[in-house]
């Protein structure tokens, strides 16, 4: 039988410039697959900032059901306004307020500290605030009764599923998802 030779036979190889080129090749791949990734999620959604609002609200939402889930009920609070999150500008009183932070009609984060602490116990608390439109910022929440009412404010209209409870006849509009209690 005969023994297998070694033989030692070139290697194909590629030129640098074919190399240099499968690379450039390649980075263009990956930045159309990016720009098309971007593309597809809608650059301008989350750049408007009514539908940032209208997010923020709806996840607001989803933390208030997961602790009525949990819980049976929603956070128990008296009626009135709260903050929703932090990080509000300093407005009436000194202090870092939602709603109509500059007038006297506004609501504290310091106030709404029990019920983060609260919907905290449940899932972590959506991040930010609003962008203010006529001097009014949100999210906040009101409890009135029967209904826990979640609001912020918008430029020229609602994004859906938010509606409109109150405009001022120009810019500002007063959107809402409500829940009840």
């Known amino acids: 039988m005969s023994e297998p030779r070694a033989t030692s036979e070139p290697r194909a190889r590629l030129h640098p410039a074919a190399i240099a080129a499968l690379a450039a090749l390649a980075v263009i791949i990956v930045a159309a697959v990016g720009f098309l990734v971007w593309f597809l999620n809608g650059p301008n959604a989350a750049a408007d900032p009514n539908t940032a609002a209208t997010q ?21 609070l008296p009626d009135g306004g709260y903050c929703l999150g932090t990080g509000f500008p300093t407005g009436s009183g000194g202090t870092a307020n939602c709603r109509d932070y500059d007038a006297s009609s506004y609501y504290t984060e310091t106030g709404s500290v029990p ?10 608390l959506p991040a930010g605030v609003s962008a203010p439109v006529g001097g009014t910022i949100g999210p906040y929440v009101e409890y009135r009764g029967a209904e826990v009412t979640l609001l912020t404010a918008e430029d020229g209209g609602c994004v859906a599923p ?9 810019a500002l509009f007063v959107c809402a998802i409500t829940l009840t209690r």
């Open 56 to 76: 923020k609200l709806t996840q607001w939402q989803e933390l208030f059901e997961r602790y009525r889930a949990e819980h049976g009920q929603l956070p128990d």
């Open 115 to 124: 019920l983060m602490e609260a919907l905290a116990s449940v899932g972590t």
């Open 162 to 170: 938010a509606t409109d409870v109150w405009n001022d006849g120009a």
